[in-house]
Each structure stands twice: as structure tokens, then as C-alpha cells.
């Protein structure tokens, strides 16, 4: 039958099996006539089924290389598995460029053995064929092209043109596509080694395991839930350190100990701060001094390469008062602009220093005022207990 079901198709062997007992049961002694057309028929349907096993085959090869391509993806779930996807992700743009290279120069080798030598070897025929032997050769080389046989054949326009190709695509070619490999290979590396949330494949899966352990004893709420809430109200780090602040999105039902386990769980190192006793803070003497060094880093650059003089010069000759009014002399306009800069910033380190000392002093009335604030319990002349301030 011209159209099989999928039932025919899934029995598409038993179904040639029938097919081929049916033309050798035949007995060819009777009506001739008739044992042809029904030979010519079940011929016909066995056709039918051959071209329809042929194109289940083929889709169920285009399937499985489907789904080895979404396995291969998968593997870009974890950084330290994910080495063939990231490492095709850094090498993409090399290699489609380096494409550009490739196959014209595949292409020009090709043109030029079917040109020469098309009519005498089956195997560069045409410029496809050529193509597919060319690219063999190049994959098992020497493949079917060999200097041997050329010399052997005294073919000289052959090897010097095998000598040609295998110099230029393997030695240069080859070489460029591993490069290209190699060196993304080991950026994917390195960026794995800099990464502070990396670990261990097998112990973030056992990690994973144990949160829905976790979540489902203590009723945790969604990881998504967790992390948009997260991102819209807190910062992220800090907010995972402050058990407070997860109670929200955990709600009222959420008990002390679900948020105390849910931050337990999550007390890795690199979702910790470092919090220091000068967390981010310098002293004015530390940002005066850092000030300084750029300072005097800047204008010494300036004067090695030669700005200052030139653009400075006031009759041919440079002084300090083209670069800073109010300076005259023989003083080095350069020195001049370093002195009036430190002159600046001393004034700024004294006034820094008045505003710490200020500072010092309101955190002092501060810690006394907290101090003062705890309540005490005292007792009245009747016997009743009072709080007092």
C-alpha cells in the first residue's frame, strides 16, 4: 500500500518477512498470467516497505544525534563539566572566522586536481569527490595521495602539489584549528579557577539532593521565589547573612528554626562579606597619602614625556607662573605645581582631621547615650516592681 500506518511502520520487518514467503510460496506451474501481477504487486508492497524502513531509520538517526547535541548542552549546567560547551562558546568566533581560511583554500586544491588529474584517478572524478579525498587525506593523512606513489609513478606535478597541500592545510591549518582549541580550552580554565561560586561537580549534586531533603522537612519556599525576592528588595550577599530579612518571603506560618536551617544551609564562603573593623574605611592620613602618590606619579609621567614644556611655555622660556598663577621665579614649574599641591592637600588633611575628631566625639555621646538606655529594674517603697529609665 502506497500509505502505512504507524502500526505497518513498527512492523515493517515482519511485514517483509510476509511479503518474501508470499512471492516464494508462489507456484509458478498454474495461471502464469495471474502469478505475475500478484508477484508484481507484493514486489511493489515490499518496495514500499524498504522506503519506509529507510525513513524511519533516517529520522531516528536525526533523534539520537538531536539528543546526544541536548546532552552535550546539558553539561553546561555545572562549570566543571561544562569544559567542551564553554570551550566551543570561546573558540566560536575564532573558528567561524578561521572557516573563511579553510574552505577556500580546500576548494582552490580541489579545482585544481580535478583539472589535472580528474580524468586519470576515479577518486578526484569531480570537485566534490575531490573535495571528500582531499579532506580524508587531510584527516588520516597521507591518505590516498602519497609522495611514494607519486615518485614511483614519475608524476612530479603530483608530488610537488601533495607536498603543497599537506605544508599548507596540516602543517598550517591543522596546527591554527588546535591552536584556536588549545587556547580557548585554557580560558575556560582559568576562568574556572578565578570563579568563587566553583566546586565540585559531585558536591554541589549531593548539595542539591540535601536542600530537597531540606525544603521538604522544613517547608521551604521555591529557590526562584527566594532569589527575585532577594534581588528586588536586598542586596544579595548581605541579605543571605541577616536571617531577618528572608521572613517575608518564608511568611508567617515559617518558623525561627526553618530560617535558622535555611541560613545554615547557605553559609558557603563566597556568599560571605568580609566584614573588617574598617569595612571600606581609610583613615584621612591613608587618603591624603594615596592622593599624593597619584599626584606626583601623574605630573612626573607629564614631565618625562615632555607635555609641560610644551604646552607651557610663556616667550620661549617655561616658568611656574604659566602653570599656577601667583608662582614666579626660576622654580621648576613642575616642582611648583607638586608644592601648591601639597600645600592644598595638607590644608584638606587638617580639616579632614577637625571633622573626624568631631565624629569621634558624637560616636562617643553615642555609645554613652546607649549605655544610659538600659533598663533596670528597681523596686518601689510598696514592694511593686517598676522599670526605670
Known amino acids: 500500500p502506497p500509505h502505512l500506518s504507524p502500526t505497518q511502520c513498527s512492523q515493517a520487518a515482519d511485514n517483509q518477512k510476509r511479503v518474501v514467503e508470499t ?94 588529474w580528474g580524468s586519470e584517478k576515479r577518486s578526484m572524478a569531480t570537485i566534490p569527490m575531490a573535495i571528500f579525498t582531499l579532506f580524508d587525506d587531510l584527516l588520516g593523512p597521507p591518505g590516498s595521495n602519497t609522495t611514494a606513489g607519486a615518485v614511483a609513478d614519475g608524476d612530479y606535478e603530483l608530488l610537488a602539489f601533495i607536498l603543497m597541500y599537506f605544508i599548507f592545510m596540516f602543517f598550517f591549518m591543522v596546527n591554527f584549528i588546535l591552536a584556536i582549541i588549545v587556547d580557548s580550552y585554557a580560558q575556560v580554565v582559568e576562568a574556572n579557577k578565578v570563579s568563587v561560586i566553583e566546586q565540585s561537580f559531585v558536591t554541589d549534586l549531593l548539595y542539591a539532593v540535601y536542600f530537597q531533603l531540606l525544603k521538604w522537612w522544613y517547608g521551604w519556599p521555591a529557590p526562584g521565589r527566594v532569589y527575585g525576592y532577594l534581588v528586588t528588595q536586598h542586596d544579595l550577599p548581605f541579605a543571605l547573612e541577616v536571617k531577618n530579612h528572608l521572613a517575608p518571603v518564608f511568611g508567617k506560618k515559617s518558623s525561627q528554626a526553618s530560617l535558622e536551617a535555611y541560613h545554615r544551609f547557605y553559609d558557603f564562603e563566597f556568599l560571605q562579606l568580609d566584614y573588617t573593623e574598617d569595612d571600606g574605611e581609610m583613615s584621612n592620613d591613608d587618603v591624603c597619602e594615596s592622593v599624593k602618590k597619584v599626584q606626583h606619579l601623574v605630573l612626573g609621567v607629564l614631565k618625562k614625556v615632555g607635555i609641560l614644556t610644551s604646552a607651557l611655555k610663556v616667550d620661549g622660556e617655561l616658568t611656574s607662573s604659566a602653570i599656577l598663577p601667583g608662582i614666579s621665579g626660576p622654580e621648576d614649574p613642575a616642582e611648583a605645581m607638586i608644592r601648591r599641591i601639597d600645600e592644598v592637600s595638607n590644608r584638606q588633611t587638617l580639616a579632614l582631621q577637625a571633622h573626624a575628631l568631631k565624629l569621634n566625639r558624637l560616636e562617643a555621646a553615642i555609645a554613652n547615650l546607649q549605655g544610659s538606655l538600659v533598663l533596670s529594674k528597681t523596686s518601689t517603697p510598696s514592694g511593686e516592681n517598676t522599670l526605670a529609665l
Open 23 to 116: 512471492i516464494a510460496s508462489i507456484e509458478w506451474g498454474n495461471d502464469a498470467a495471474e502469478n505475475q501481477r500478484t508477484t508484481l504487486s507484493l514486489l511493489k508492497d515490499l518496495d514500499t516497505y524498504i522506503n519506509r524502513t529507510s525513513e524511519v531509520r533516517a529520522f531516528a538517526m536525526i533523534v539520537m544525534i538531536l539528543l546526544l547535541i541536548r546532552v552535550l548542552t546539558a553539561t553546561n549546567a555545572h562549570p566543571r563539566i561544562a569544559l567542551l560547551v564553554q570551550t566551543l562558546k570561546y573558540a566560536f568566533n575564532d573558528l567561524f572566522h578561521f572557516l573563511f581560511i579553510f574552505i577556500p583554500s580546500i576548494l582552490f586544491f580541489a579545482l585544481v586536481a580535478t583539472w589535472r
